[in-house]
């Protein structure tokens, strides 16, 4: 296993600067962003894509620094009503499937999208309830459209040879383990996950099940290294359905936190030996999205953890039970 980066955190540095600064702290991997939510700072598509000279420069970098690419990251929203940012994300999807297969990255991470909840309507619609039925009926409209969306792209980035994770998210599609594995039975084996536990833990996921559900199917793609912390005080009272602001802390049922500040280290290695148990053996991409510390402190603090959380050889065999 190797600890990447999600890069955006380090959007004041140049790429070389967040590589050097990552490779002091022992880091293997980068995810940089491409588009979307990200941006992409360290890697603008548009002067990389078909270029073979800016190409070659991000390979001699990389190989300076002794790092790869695990993913590149696009999030956004290629199902929204709204028929011209819908476009958008999916232009950057892609140029980034595109540009991940002339870089030899593997894997390009994003969201699902949300689409409205009916044809006429003019902004994406989280279901999260069944009933009154109509909110039945705009949820099975929004799969409908999903899977027609992602049955496309699918097969665009088998043309590639990419893989697509898609990380479960809030306001999105797909948020959790079982919507999930219906895309990827609905759509194909290069729909898979972006595994982010951070947004499963206050919805009251256990991770250790969740990645066994998905890794029974083979449907982990990458991961992200993330944490959360459920303040009980505040969910007593209005529950993990939070709509304060991420940055009044004191008044939130949850918070994203650097790892270890939500689980502890026991529980992270507990998540890296499941992942080895279902066959996943690729980076954990640390994203930092801690309010309540710097980037540099919230990354070099989770990168501590990791260190002695993920296994860095392969397994030996079984020889005690010969």
């Not at 066994?212 to 199917?217: A, M, V, Y």
């Not at 501590?304 to 860095?312: Q, V």
Request: charge should be negative; hydrophobic fraction near 35%; aromatic fraction near 8%.
């Amino acid at each position: 296993m190797e600890i990447g980066v999600h890069t955006p955190p380090l959007a004041d540095e140049s790429l070389e600067g967040a590589l050097a600064y990552l490779s002091e702290q022992g880091v293997d991997a980068i995810e940089p962003g491409v588009g979307g939510h990200p941006g992409q700072d360290h890697l603008p598509r548009e002067d990389h894509l078909d270029d073979d000279s800016a190409q070659q420069k991000i390979r001699n970098l990389l190989d300076e620094y002794e790092m790869r690419i695990s993913a590149l990251a696009t999030h956004n929203n290629p199902l929204h009503p709204d028929d011209e940012r819908a476009a958008d994300a999916d232009t950057e999807l892609r140029e980034a499937i595109r540009l991940a297969a002339q870089l030899d990255v593997g894997v390009v991470t994003c969201f699902s999208g949300l689409p409205a909840g009916g044809p006429n309507d003019e902004v994406p619609n989280w279901i999260t309830a069944p009933w009154p039925p109509e909110h039945d009926e705009a949820l099975a409209y929004q799969w409908e459209q999903g899977i027609d969306y992602w049955t496309d792209l699918a097969a665009y980035a088998d043309d590639h040879g990419i893989d697509i994770a898609i990380e479960m998210h809030p306001n999105m599609l797909v948020y959790e383990p079982h919507g999930m594995a219906r895309l990827r039975e609905e759509t194909g084996e290069r729909i898979g996950a972006n595994f982010d536990p951070s947004h499963l833990y206050w919805q009251g996921i256990t991770i250790t099940d969740a990645i066994r559900h998905l890794g029974e199917r083979d449907a982990i793609h990458h991961v992200h290294a993330k944490d959360t912390k459920i303040y009980d005080a505040q969910a007593r009272e209005k529950g993990v359905l939070d709509t304060t602001a991420y940055d009044d802390e004191p008044n939130r049922s949850w918070l994203f936190r650097s790892v270890g500040y939500g689980h502890g280290e026991a529980h992270w290695k507990d998540i890296v030996s499941t992942l080895r148990m279902v066959g996943y053996d690729g980076a954990l991409s640390i994203e930092h999205e801690d309010s309540l510390t710097s980037s540099r402190e919230g990354l070099e603090k989770a990168i501590d953890l990791l260190e002695r959380a993920i296994f860095e050889t392969e397994p030996g065999e079984a020889y005690w039970a010969e």
